[in-house]
């Protein structure tokens, strides 16, 4: 089990729950749009957020936007070890840093002095494609041996300083590397992980790609505190790594929504009958399992353990719970069938809420 550090009031290690990050793409100067942008994160689910920190004007903002935001800000720092002294004194809850670009071992020395002041950790953030060149003649190009490498000189110009309060992550955009250097790391050190395929892409590669990358490492239980980088607003991030968690059952709560691939039998547009029911019920605050199915014959039998569920059918869509039918939706407009199973889904909801 690694270690636990307190990240502005929010665990992560030493067994806490695997914490979801997302990065806010305003311009951190701009505190009205970053905090807008915050709150909504946090109502998706988001538990920690990090903003970019490129001069003293977003450093200085950082005072009001932590001031005011419902959940822990990390300042993202690169090179100027002076904007990750500025954004510690105003009240970042974490710092993310390399010590390695940072300016040398006095500065790194200044910023310690001052995280160590405030109380707050740092993350060291070790990047495939800024990894040291000397690592990558060593080692004959950028692989986990280079990048484990990177990272345990990075800790050791902290630990030098006898600050330990340390969240390490390495990111790639490989999945196969992310996942082999975690390995390794995981075996040589016990501070919290931070893991994420960096860069992974656009919603459809990027949610694949993290979902391997991220996936694999949870299932074996390796990392800490997640995020997914999408070419996305970064909700999406949220909702993906929401995903994650709950496919490996490191997270519950929220509906679980299932639905069958098409095939011969089926006679309804069962892809935009799935899309508009997963789309109306997603966020909808009850703790149970949903499927909607393409065929009244194997449909219930498929999705047995769904507390309700919709078989489609010609005119008419069965009903079912737990694999037992009990009512009809005649229907020949998907909208309407839509309407009316997202009623029969929060009847179901509200009964479990009740229950419970």
Avoid: W
Wanted: hydrophobic share 40%; glycine share 10%.
């Amino acid at each position: 089990m690694t270690r636990q550090v307190n990240v502005g009031g929010v665990t992560i290690g030493g067994g806490a729950p695997i914490r979801i990050q997302s990065m806010n793409n305003t311009r951190t100067a701009d505190v009205k749009a970053t905090l807008d942008q915050i709150y909504k994160l946090k109502d998706c689910g988001c538990d920690i957020t990090r903003v970019a920190v490129p001069d003293m004007e977003a450093a200085a903002a950082i005072r009001e936007i932590t001031s005011n935001s419902p959940i822990p800000v990390v300042a993202d720092i690169h090179f100027d070890y002076r904007l990750a002294i500025e954004a510690a004194r105003n009240g970042a809850a974490k710092i993310r840093i390399n010590p390695g670009n940072i300016g040398g071992p006095d500065r790194v020395r200044q910023v310690v002095d001052v995280c160590r002041e405030m109380n707050i950790p740092i993350r060291v953030g070790v990047n495939s494609g800024s990894c040291e060149r000397e690592l990558v003649d060593k080692y004959g190009g950028v692989c986990a041996a280079a990048l484990c490498e990177s990272a345990r000189g990075a800790v050791r110009l902290l630990e030098d300083h006898g600050f330990e309060d340390i969240v390490i992550s390495i990111k790639s955009s490989s999945p196969r590397l992310t996942i082999d250097t975690y390995r390794t790391l995981s075996s040589e050190c016990d501070y919290p992980l931070h893991v994420g395929v960096t860069e992974a892409g656009t919603m459809r590669e990027g949610v694949v790609r993290s979902a391997v990358g991220i996936g694999t490492l949870l299932a074996e239980g390796i990392g800490d505190t997640i995020r997914v980088s999408l070419t996305d607003d970064p909700c999406e991030e949220v909702y993906a790594a929401i995903s994650i968690l709950k496919a490996l059952n490191l997270k519950t709560g929220g509906i679980e929504f299932v639905s069958c691939p098409t095939c011969g039998r089926t006679r309804v547009p069962l892809i935009e009958l799935a899309n508009k029911v997963e789309d109306r019920i997603s966020r909808l605050p009850y703790n149970i399992k949903v499927a909607v199915m393409g065929c009244a014959v194997n449909g219930p039998g498929e999705a047995r353990e769904a507390d309700i569920g919709l078989a489609g059918g010609v005119g008419e869509f069965l009903l079912f719970r737990k694999g037992q039918t009990c009512g009809k939706i005649v229907a020949t407009d998907i909208d309407r069938a839509v309407d009316e199973f997202v009623k029969e889904v929060i009847r179901v909801g509200e009964e479990a809420n009740k229950a419970d």
